[in-house]
């Protein structure tokens, strides 16, 4: 009976992890990706209304741009 070599049994169980890891990768569904888009969405909103209240204490204070 052969032995393998310990390098060879440390590749086959690599190889094993990296499969086993590969194939518990979850896809992005479309509830997901929807929900990646709303939260786009709600920071471009965000970002638009502190310019609104910049633009607000500005025209306040006599500042016009």
């Known amino acids: 009976m052969m032995k393998f070599p310990e390098t060879v049994k440390t590749v086959v169980v690599m ?6 890891l590969a194939a518990c990768q979850k896809q992005e569904g479309p509830a997901e990706r929807a ?3 709303v939260d786009k969405a709600a920071a471009q909103v965000g970002q638009q209304i502190e310019k609104a209240g910049q633009d607000i ?3 306040a204070k006599g500042n016009k741009k």
Do not use: I, V, Y
């Open 57 to 59: 204490q500005d025209a």
């Open 35 to 37: 929900g990646k888009e």
């Open 15 to 20: 190889s094993a992890m990296l499969a086993a």
